[in-house]
């Protein structure tokens, strides 16, 4: 195999590459011995048929299909090897000359990976933050835990409707005095200031009381998801049953005990201060690391070819896709929802997936340039880590890892974090960080 290598701009190359006659025919016969034994020819044993006869059954194109395709994939991968080049997208194959008993001829034009020149990424500083928690901080926490631990109960009859109270209302919609799907309910509970019907609706119900009749008037706006209704204009008949309010419990000993494992308010209030600065340390040790890696990457050098951030982005949506139908959500569903296109969602992604991919190869420069090896027990340790997070056994992780191909990837994952721990441990003033 001999291979030359032609640029087309800077991420692009041709592999010009030529198979000799002697590896084309040996080629050929193993796809002619691969077809026989792949197939049933009445009057002779599997993988026995001679090739005349496999070519009056198939076609002599499709042995020769099947030969370039083993042949050219081999010489490709080598080729690769042999220039020391790295595709990040498939190839666009040409054929030159593929004919039997002649040297074989193809073109492979591809995307490689780009060069990274890397700037320092040691001894560099970042700014520590102080990991701070506040009496007011303190009591805001408190305030969450009264709200969930809070009770709702009718307010008084001369009472109005006013900001954070619920509603429980009957409402029937209409447009130019026609009904439309989806514009009425019965007994529905709505919190005023919540921001959950249609911009305008729940202030108008502000200062009624239980028992009136209120006309509402409202406009939906332009980007309303159901087109249909996009920018009309409609009149809500809506009813007021009830109006409830939260009634929150008192900051005592007794609130202690019922929100709490602990007996008194000052136990629970300790607690709190002790996780929340637990909190805040890991916070600050956190934003500490991500500026240092941060600002390793802005010191180096590194052009990225387009269809790396288009993969990237595809790898963000199709993770997000597995998020939404864990709960029971699809994609479609949250893009007719939330009035967004997939190309307004792939260019959303866009910015972060460019940041990301120049992370991930400014990681892996390091890697290389410290010759950083991923051990066994470091593939073991990411493999368990994984498990903890999905629940799984680790055993059955590494088991889809395998079998989707996947084991380079995740070698990868665990030298550029292995690449980021050494600038985060070889920064100034550098201290004992968790891992």
Known sequence: MNATVTPVDQHKVTLTIEVPAKDVTKGIQQAVKRIAGQVNIPGFRKGKAPRRILEMNFGKEAILEEAF????GRAYQEALVANEIVPVSEPEIERVT????????FKATLTKRPEVTLGDYKGLEAEKQEAKVTDEQIQEQLDNIRNQQAKMV???????????DFAVIDFAGSIDGKPFDGGEGKS????????????GFEDQLIGHAAGDDVEVKVTFP???????????????KTHIHDIKRKELPELNDEFAKEASSYETIEELKADLRKQMEEDATRRAID??????????VKNATVEIPEVMVEDRVEQMIQEMAMNLESRGLKLEDYLKFSNKTMDGLKEEYHANAAENVRADLVLEAVAKAENIEVTPEDMNIE???????????????????????????????VARKKAARLIIEQAKGAESQEK
């Open 69 to 72: 395709e083993t042949i050219a």
């Open 98 to 105: 593929f004919e039997e008993g002649k040297d074989l001829v």
């Open 154 to 164: 009718v307010a008084d009859k001369d009472a109005k409707l006013q900001k954070d």
């Open 188 to 199: 529905y509970p709505l919190q005023i200031g919540s921001g959950s019907f249609i911009p």
């Open 222 to 236: 332009e980007d309303y998801f159901v087109k249909e209704l996009a920018n009309k204009e409609a009149v809500f």
């Open 287 to 296: 934003a500490y690391n991500a500026e240092l890696i941060e600002t390793a």
């Open 383 to 413: 493999i368990y880590t994984m498990a903890q997070q999905f629940g799984a056994d680790p055993k059955e992780v590494m088991n889809i890892i395998v079998k989707e191909g996947r084991v380079a990837m995740l070698r990868n994952s």
